[in-house]
């Protein structure tokens, strides 16, 4: 049997959001505390797989860093001997 009762909540639809928020935010912090406590216990498993893991991790980032930094080093010296040869024409130039 189907029985058409009213919500308490009905009228308001901001406690219905409020309570919501509440719940998704409970949630959320509820799955963090779980990958937190998931990690810690693979952690002292595997101590040596932890540690691969932040060294490649550590090795990726900074060979990444270290690639950026070589490009814009390459296209500032690039855009230096660009100007250098376009000083050097108009001193040609101004010479004649």
């Given amino acids: 049997m189907i029985n058409f009762t009213e919500n308490k909540y009905e009228d308001n639809h901001l406690v219905l959001c409020g309570i919501y928020a509440c719940k998704t935010v409970r949630n959320l912090w509820l799955c ?3 990958a937190l406590h998931f ?3 693979l952690i002292k498993r595997y101590p040596f797989a932890a540690l691969f893991v932040v060294v490649f991790t550590a090795v990726t980032f ?3 860093e ?3 930094a070589r490009a814009e ?3 500032l010296s690039h855009e230096l001997y660009v100007m250098k ?3 050097e024409q108009l001193e040609n130039i101004k010479n004649r």
């Fill in 62 to 64: 900074s060979y990444v």
């Fill in 85 to 87: 040869q376009k000083t």
């Fill in 32 to 34: 963090v505390v779980d």
């Fill in 66 to 68: 270290i690639g950026k």
């Fill in 73 to 75: 080093r390459d296209k």
């Fill in 39 to 41: 990690f810690k216990r």
